[in-house]
């Protein structure tokens, strides 16, 4: 929206045309993201208080879990205010990679929304049942999966790129789709799995986020494209500034967020970031690579897979609880350590998906 205005401005002021840059419009979107978070958050958590929507304590946790009984939750609704804005200040509104990630982001969060709104406003322990969430999950996947394949230009746009290996695609046809499909759902799901303690998976969608941000910026430029040996994308450019919107929004969201959280995003901020992380990562040509840069996110999924799995076949438990991050705190480490742990190899683990770049 701004840029078709600083356009209009910038043939009576050149400076103006500073705006037509994307790397300038990426750092906008990111401080207007964070602007919106400071200023919204305290009257966002205030309200959440005077309307009692808190937090509810699995009996079967950790002990130290019980101080965390009535802590504002659905907070995931400032990230969600705080992105959709910024981006729309900030991006190219041409560009429909642009409104396909923000849709499904939406899309996403309104079905967090409702699962948030039985489970602590119309007091379903519940939720939304899980079936149902899935369809609904599943319906807007398919959407986007059939659309963007539908969008494709060129055979590349939708083949599996290879990270570490040069110029190995893999063509998929019409297995895109479900190949999108599964990217989309997985990583809402995990995103959301491994929302369990304060900060622990905002901070890794940040950084996986930014990450992604820089992959859409190299693959929407063509000389930087080819010199990377990746494939050229024409418009994915565009994924950073949306990615700079969601990295100004998670760490604005993180400052009452952090330990001891004055609020928790729920599943109406989690589904929408997982989300929109798949989304992005597939627009971009980075599946793989967002499995090894969101890694936290994989291993917290099959921690749970597995102790199902291990349960129902055995009748024993692999890990003392799962997620991975409770079987941790019940061995004794405290929350900040694994909360600050984690944090750490998931810097480590996105500075090896970025390394995929150079190394080919």
């Not at 699995?58 to 907070?75: F, N, V």
């Not at 923000?102 to 119309?122: N, P």
């Not at 291993?299 to 991050?325: D, N, Y």
Request: net charge neutral.
């Amino acid at each position: 929206m701004l840029l078709y205005l600083a356009e209009w401005l910038a043939t009576f002021i050149s400076g103006f045309n500073v705006f037509s840059y994307i790397t300038m419009r990426a750092i906008m979107s990111a401080l207007t993201a964070l602007l919106i978070s400071f200023v919204f958050g305290p009257v966002m958590i205030r309200r959440l208080h005077i309307r009692q929507i808190g937090q509810t304590v699995r009996d079967d946790g950790p002990a130290t879990h019980l101080l965390k009984a009535g802590t504002p939750t659905m907070g995931g609704a400032l990230i969600l205010l705080a992105i959709v804005l910024s981006t729309l200040l900030w991006a190219d509104l041409s560009n429909h990679y642009v409104w396909i990630v923000v849709g499904v982001t939406l899309a996403f969060g309104a079905i967090g929304f409702v699962d948030d709104y039985r489970k602590l406003i119309l007091k379903d322990a519940g939720g939304m049942p899980a079936k149902t969430k899935l369809f609904w999950q599943s319906v807007s996947a398919a959407i986007v999966a059939v659309l963007l394949y539908q969008l494709a230009d060129a055979p590349y746009e939708t083949a599996l790129l290879i990270p570490y290996l040069k110029d190995v695609l893999v063509p998929l046809g019409v297995l895109f789709v479900p190949l999108t499909f599964l990217v989309i759902v997985g990583s809402s799901n995990a995103v959301n799995l491994t929302d369990g303690l304060d900060g622990l998976a905002i901070m890794p969608a940040v950084l996986v986020g930014g990450a992604l941000g820089i992959f859409g910026y190299a693959t929407g430029n063509a000389i930087y494209s080819e010199y990377l040996g990746i494939p050229f994308i024409d418009g994915a450019g565009e994924m950073l500034v949306f990615c700079t919107s969601l990295a100004g929004a998670g760490l604005g969201f993180l400052w009452f967020n952090t330990y001891p959280a004055q609020v928790f995003m729920g599943d109406i901020g989690a589904l929408a970031l997982g989300a929109a992380l798949g989304t992005v990562a597939v627009i971009v040509r980075q599946e793989l690579v967002l499995a090894i840069m969101g890694g936290l996110f994989v291993v917290e999924t099959l921690s749970v897979i597995i102790q199902v799995l291990s349960f129902k076949l055995t009748g024993k438990r692999v890990f003392r609880m799962a997620p991975l991050h409770h079987h941790y705190e019940l061995q004794g480490w405290a929350e900040p350590k694994v909360i600050v742990r984690f944090w750490i190899i998931t810097v480590i683990l996105v500075l090896v998906g970025l390394s995929s770049l150079k190394l080919r």
